[in-house]
């Protein structure tokens, strides 16, 4: 059997990955739910007076910005995804350093045009209530793929309810 | 056309005539693949003068390329001779055959060439006989351009032989166009982007393309002149831009446009230049097609919370819904012909491909079962679709018979293959 250049790829990515020893599946991409970036905290200018005990380097604090998913066919933002909006917020309003990229996703159902225009909307969606929740629009920008990068690969509800989010990329 | 193949035409278009006539609810859709009328044809094999047997690429003679081209014209019953004999040309042809068809493959002035000749199957007489070239390697586009000119003379109509149709192939991630022939033979790639591209659209000179490219971060409507290879923007670059359609002056090109989340069709010079904006709606508006003679442009619209087909006109005005099904439909084509559209109809939680009269009625159900069919697009005969079908692994192109007839698949291999768009007759 002829293996494809992709293929041979991935089976020499598993075997290095299994070689390290780390006991990620190899079929499945790692689940990226959230976009993580690290902060660095500057260190603490040193105190000459009180040499009580040396200070440790804080840790550093991570920015994170969750998905958050929609129903078949629609923008609206649900109950959870609210839920998770709000946390977004915070973490936006409590790091004003920072800019957002709103990508719009879709499953596989529905035409590539249509989803292109859907994935807009989500993102636009998602927009208007950092917006309202007291961000910054010159911090907010928004891409729609449409049905074109899913999440999840397949075909069926499991597949489908994780491709129809909007995905937050931190751009420092 | 000749006076004979205008007599001719009369029982053909009898034969359309009663395939598209019955009336059917606009809720009954059963599956439709209705018989046309098809003509007997005699089909000698194609000899050759001291040139040995030729071979195209992909290892298909001749014979076989001639043989799919005239059946998939969709107008013949072929039957099959062996040794042409110049002196009785219809000798062996069943009774009633109307014309027969035989070819040389020969040295004309130091290059080769295929001869074709059709002689009348009744009076035994010489409707045409022409070269064709047929270039080192040797070109099935001669055979094409023999078969369409069978086609022309015996019907009036142009045929798809000299047809190509782009499409767009995942290649890991990025997304490139690619091109075949009309019967999935030649597959090359033509654009190396590196980025995704998505809806190419032909214009109506066959010798450009429009499509939405992601490249540079942006989504912008962009042109790609096939003859010279140079890109130009159609579109602003900013915002979303997407879903180009050709006006058929091939002077305006109608795409959607985002710039605030709410998708609309705007229209603008196709070399570039300020769009105009078509609908106002705050609902996505999408996926714009114009009627052949221009005056309408039929688009994808969710205003009433589901996608579906409207009819408005050319300049934006006077919007009509024209699909009325339970779920969705979405992807209009408007036919060459004007009379139909083509659309993906969500049927029972399944995309099939339906066509309906541009004034919302009669609409027929192409495709049922298992898959996923999208994205309709004619073929410039306004007999046949293209379409893409996902059942399984990737999606892939298939076209079929206007009427739902003759399935089959044009592409294989790694990666979806989707987005179809069928050109106009190509000289080359």
Redesign the interface.
């Known amino acids: 059997m002829a293996l494809?250049p992709?293929a041979v790829r991935r089976l020499l990515v598993c075997l290095l990955i299994v070689a390290v020893g780390v006991s990620f599946g190899c079929s499945k991409k790692p689940k990226p739910t959230t976009d993580v970036v690290k902060t660095e905290t500057p260190e603490p200018a040193p105190v000459e007076q009180t040499p009580v005990e040396p200070a440790k380097p804080a840790e550093p604090a991570e920015i994170v910005l969750e998905d958050i998913f929609f129903d078949y066919?629609k923008h609206n933002l649900r109950d959870d995804a609210r839920t998770t909006m709000e946390r977004n917020g915070r973490v936006m309003t409590g790091n004003p350093g920072i800019a957002v990229l709103l990508e719009g996703h879709c499953d596989?159902?529905?035409?590539?045009?249509?989803n292109?225009?859907?994935g807009?909307?989500r993102?636009?969606?998602a927009?208007?209530y950092l917006i309202q929740f007291g961000v910054g629009a010159d911090r907010i920008s928004?891409?729609?793929?449409?049905e074109?990068r899913p999440f999840a690969q397949g075909s069926g509800e499991s597949a489908w309810s994780q491709n129809r989010r909007v995905h937050f990329v931190i751009q420092k | 056309m000749s006076r004979r193949s205008v007599l001719f035409l009369f029982p053909l278009v009898c034969g359309f005539c009663a395939n598209r006539a019955p009336a059917q609810s606009e809720y009954q859709l059963e599956i439709t693949a209705g018989q046309l009328f098809r003509m007997p044809l005699h089909v000698y094999d194609i000899m050759s003068e001291g040139l040995g047997p030729i071979r195209f690429g992909g290892g298909e003679s001749p014979d076989q390329v001639l043989q799919r081209d005239l059946e998939y014209s969709g107008f013949f019953i072929l039957s099959r001779g062996t040794t042409f004999d110049p002196a009785n040309p219809a000798a062996g042809a069943p009774a009633g055959t109307r014309a027969v068809v035989s070819a040389v493959i020969m040295d004309s002035w130091g290059r080769s060439v295929v001869r074709g000749t059709l002689t009348d199957g009744a009076t035994r007489s010489r409707i045409f006989e022409s070269d064709y070239p047929l270039g080192n390697p040797p070109n099935r586009w001669a055979i094409h351009a023999f078969a369409d000119e069978i086609v022309l003379h015996l019907t009036g109509e142009r045929g798809v032989s000299q047809t190509r149709i782009a499409y767009v192939r995942d290649h890991?991630g990025t997304?490139e166009i690619h091109v075949i022939d009309y019967d999935g033979a030649n597959d090359r790639q033509l654009t190396r982007l590196g980025t995704?591209v998505?809806?190419p659209a032909w214009a109506p000179s066959g010798d450009r393309l429009a499509f939405?490219s992601f490249g540079g971060?942006a989504?912008t409507v962009v042109g790609l002149g096939l003859l010279d290879g140079r890109y130009w923007t159609v579109s602003p670059s900013e915002g979303?831009n997407?879903?180009p359609a050709w006006a058929p002056d091939g002077r305006h090109i109608a795409f959607?446009r985002?710039v605030?989340?709410?998708?609309e069709i705007y229209v603008a010079p196709s070399q570039g230049g300020n769009p105009s904006r078509l609908t106002f709606n705050p609902m996505?508006d999408?996926?714009p097609t114009f009627s052949p003679d221009g005056r309408f442009i039929a688009f994808?619209s969710?205003r009433t919370g589901?996608?579906q087909v409207y009819v408005m006109d050319r300049e934006g005005g006077n919007t009509r819904r024209i699909t009325f099904l339970g779920q969705?439909s979405?992807?209009p084509d408007w036919s060459p012909e004007g009379d139909r559209i083509a659309f993906?109809c969500l049927i029972d939680n399944v995309?099939d491909i339906c066509t309906i009269r541009a004034d919302g009625s009669d609409i027929r159900r192409l495709t049922a079962g298992e898959g996923?069919h999208?994205?309709p697009r004619w073929a410039p005969d306004g007999r046949h679709l293209v379409y893409s079908k996902?059942s399984g692994g990737e999606r892939r192109i298939w076209v079929m018979a206007s009427d739902g007839s003759g399935k089959r698949a044009l592409t294989g291999g790694?990666g979806d293959q989707?987005?179809p768009a069928w050109s106009p007759a190509l000289s080359q």
């Open positions: 494809h992709v066919d596989e159902r529905g035409t590539v045009e249509y292109l225009a859907l807009d909307r993102a636009q969606s927009k208007n928004t891409i729609s793929y449409g074109e | 890991g997304r995704i998505l809806s939405t971060g989504r979303m997407a879903s959607t985002s605030d989340g709410n998708a996505i999408t996926s994808t969710d589901q996608p969705q979405d992807s993906v995309f996923m999208e994205n996902k790694n989707y987005n």
